[in-house]
């Protein structure tokens, strides 16, 4: 049960989200407050569409949605200032900060994922990845570090597949299996701990440590997740898995899949990106795309996430952090033009007018085979971290904020 500082704060939450509309309604009244958010809500559709423009065209025609996107939010301040009104987007963004200050405190004082006790490893085996995050884990001395504490160390070269290693340290007699590299590397291996039961290790040494982040390890500290080997506790996670393949963050299917897949995105990502988008955006380039979720289906989208646990509602491009990966759900994300459908289901199915179709599974490019099928496998993890970890601010989470709020004290 949350204590009252807790729900109080929930509570001014709601009361600065509310509070704009008050100020708004005693400013300008009933029908200048809807005229004032009416061009509020104009301009964020323009700089939307201008973004969208800017994405799925080239040359000339790009930078005019560029023009679009810059204007469209100096345009609305400018009516706002004609007005006399700045000083009432100055009070909005700061009533704006104060709900995010509330509602995170709020969120930060629930207790979340329960840990577990459990003994040190006897035999831990790690696998690393010297070329992972421009070299974190030689710059760390990851390696060194790992063998003081008594775990056995693979580097990989490459001539070795990773899920090979894993599955003969285990037959070796190891009882916890850890990376040192990036999400798609853990991906591999923590399908081999979780068919053996086994704990897993993660170590913060790739380029976006998303894993890391949401089981909140230092991403700039790799070898603070070490102390798992010594003074640890046990979490239980979900895995994602799109056919046969385990993901523990992502699939992607679509735009980002297909960018991801070319050689050259690697050594530019950005220029990769915005030379690619434009036919992908417009349906010139990839498969046709279909999205099943029970009876319901998407036909055509550009691009679909779909994610181990749901990201954050206030991001939509799951770039951030997920509430928790013990939830059961999988996050669905397509988009379609401008129409962005959100879900939280249990299985989903992705179809193609080909037989195979790009995906990006933790930021790795595969070619999976039509259909695919995305199901969730709760609690299939166990996943070793350092007893003392950095905890994160939360992100904002509506409904859990709400039952904060309403709840009554006992």
């Known amino acids: 049960m949350a204590d009252p500082r807790t729900r109080w704060m ?3 939450a709601f009361l600065a989200a509310a509070a704009p509309v008050v100020l708004l309604l005693a400013v300008a009244g ?4 809807v005229a004032l958010l009416l061009i509020g809500a ?11 423009w800017f994405l799925s065209h080239r040359g ?3 930078w005019i949605g560029a023009v679009v996107v810059l204007g469209a939010p100096v345009t609305v301040a400018l009516l706002y200032a004609r007005q006399n009104l700045m000083w009432v987007v100055v009070a909005l963004a700061a009533l704006w900060t104060a709900m995010v200050a509330c509602g995170r405190n709020a969120l930060a004082r629930v207790k979340h994922q329960p840990v577990h006790e459990v003994p040190p490893p006897r035999r831990p085996f790690l696998i690393m990845n010297p070329r992972s995050g421009g070299g974190k884990v030689v710059r760390f001395e990851l390696e060194k570090r790992a063998r003081e504490l008594g775990a056995d160390v693979a580097l990989l070269t490459g001539d070795v597949p990773v899920t090979d290693l894993a599955r003969q340290a285990l037959r070796d007699g190891a009882d916890l299996l850890g990376v040192a590299g990036g999400d798609g590397t853990q991906a591999l291996v923590a399908a081999v701990a979780a068919e053996a039961g086994v704990p897993f290790l993660v170590l913060s040494a790739g380029t976006r440590n998303h894993f890391a982040l949401d089981l909140g390890l230092d991403r700039a500290d790799p070898a603070a997740g070490l102390a798992a080997l010594t003074d640890g506790v046990e979490l239980r996670v ?9 993901f523990v963050n992502n699939v992607s299917f679509g735009a980002y899949a297909e960018v991801v897949r070319r050689p050259e995105y690697r050594d530019d990502k950005a220029r990769t990106a915005l030379d690619l988008l434009p036919d992908l955006l417009t349906g010139q380039r990839g498969p046709h795309l279909r999205m099943r979720i029970g009876d319901r289906e998407v036909a055509g989208p550009q691009a679909i996430l779909v994610s181990n646990n749901p990201y954050g509602t206030d991001d939509v491009a799951g770039l951030g952090r997920r509430h928790g990966l013990d ?21 989903v199915t992705v179809e193609a007018d080909e037989p195979e179709i790009p995906a990006g599974i933790d930021g790795e490019s595969v070619l999976l085979p039509t259909p695919v099928h995305c199901t969730i496998s709760p609690g299939a ?6 007893r003392h970890r950095p905890t994160p601010p939360p992100e904002l989470d509506w409904v859990r904020l709400r039952h904060l709020a309403l709840a009554r004290h006992r």
């Open 10 to 12: 929930a509570r001014l």
């Open 30 to 33: 009933l029908r200048g407050s």
């Open 42 to 52: 104009a301009g964020m559709a323009v700089m939307l569409a201008g973004a969208f």
């Open 60 to 62: 000339f025609a790009r």
């Open 238 to 246: 979900d895995l994602g898995r799109a056919g046969d393949r385990v």
């Open 327 to 347: 939830g059961g759900v999988l996050g669905v994300l397509a988009v379609r033009g401008l129409l962005l459908v959100r879900s939280t289901v249990t299985e």
């Open 381 to 386: 993890l166990r996943v070793r971290v350092p």
